[in-house]
């Protein structure tokens, strides 16, 4: 079922159903039209990623050499999404443009799908710094073990939760959830796509191994959906308490969702 509101997720959890909610992975939809955020908002959509790695109109992306900071009609975007009820999420962009967004936004943003520069040095994950103004904000960090930004796929559940254990240190409980970042039974066509797409015609794998084109094997202990019991019981292991346990599985991203979904007065 759709959600476009905070309450739609329990709702979908009592009536045992599946809540989807609508989110893009760039602000490319929006071109340079203002407009169009509400028009999006309308049609549903609750969640805009900033940049999906590159450069564009909004700010810097996360693989760019130089990141230019949130632009002026980043600016603009950002108080319009705050006033329709939509969440800004800084997964995957630049340095620069996370800490210009998190400062603009009157409300907290997420980064919904990345990890800890301090745990494995990857592009697409965040610096203290950042992690530290998101949760001054009251915003969300979506752990997540996806191979790329963990150091791969033979990482143990013992060390990923080591991690969740010093982001929730870092941030406190109450701002570090659970991002998959998990494709399902997608091609290689397809990740050639999601690396490429229009904007070059030269191979660009991003930030993976040397040599690798293809998706990258996930953990054996996070392989499916139906894998998610496992993070739970890593969480207890590390030594989380149920309470603990129930915000970073959910309740934290609930929290957030039922702020960030509803319209504001900006």
Request: hydrophobic share 35%.
């Amino acid at each position: 079922m759709p959600v476009v509101t905070g309450e739609d997720i329990k709702a979908a959890k009592a009536a045992s159903r599946i809540g989807i909610v609508l989110g893009f992975q760039n602000a490319s939809p929006i071109e340079d039209d203002l407009g169009l955020v509400e028009v999006f908002h309308r049609l549903g959509v609750r969640i805009i990623q900033l940049t999906y790695n590159n450069q564009s109109l909004v700010g810097g992306g996360c693989y760019e050499p130089q990141d230019s900071g949130l632009s002026r009609f980043g600016r603009q975007v950002v108080r319009e999404m705050n006033r329709v009820g939509m969440l800004v999420d800084l997964s995957h962009v630049g340095e620069r443009t996370c800490l210009d967004a998190i400062e603009a936004s009157r409300r907290p943003v997420a980064i919904t799908h990345a990890n800890l520069s301090s745990f494995h040095p990857h592009s697409r994950n965040k610096s203290d710094a950042v992690l530290r103004a998101l949760a001054e904000r009251g915003g969300v960090l979506g752990c997540t073990p996806y191979p790329h930004l963990t150091g791969g796929e033979d990482i143990s559940i013992e060390k990923w939760t080591e991690m969740v254990a010093r982001a929730v240190d870092l941030m406190g409980v109450q701002s570090v959830g659970i991002g998959s970042d998990s494709s399902r039974k997608w091609t290689d066509e397809t990740l050639r796509w999601i690396r490429m797409g229009r904007w070059t015609h030269e191979p660009d794998y991003g930030a993976g191994r040397p040599g690798q084109t293809g998706w990258s094997p996930w953990p054996r202990w996070f392989e499916t959906p139906a894998d998610f019991p496992r993070l739970t019981a890593g969480l207890r292991d590390r030594g989380f308490d149920r309470r603990e346990v129930a915000a970073i599985m959910g309740e934290n991203w609930l929290r957030l969702f039922r702020e960030a979904f509803s319209p504001g007065t900006v």
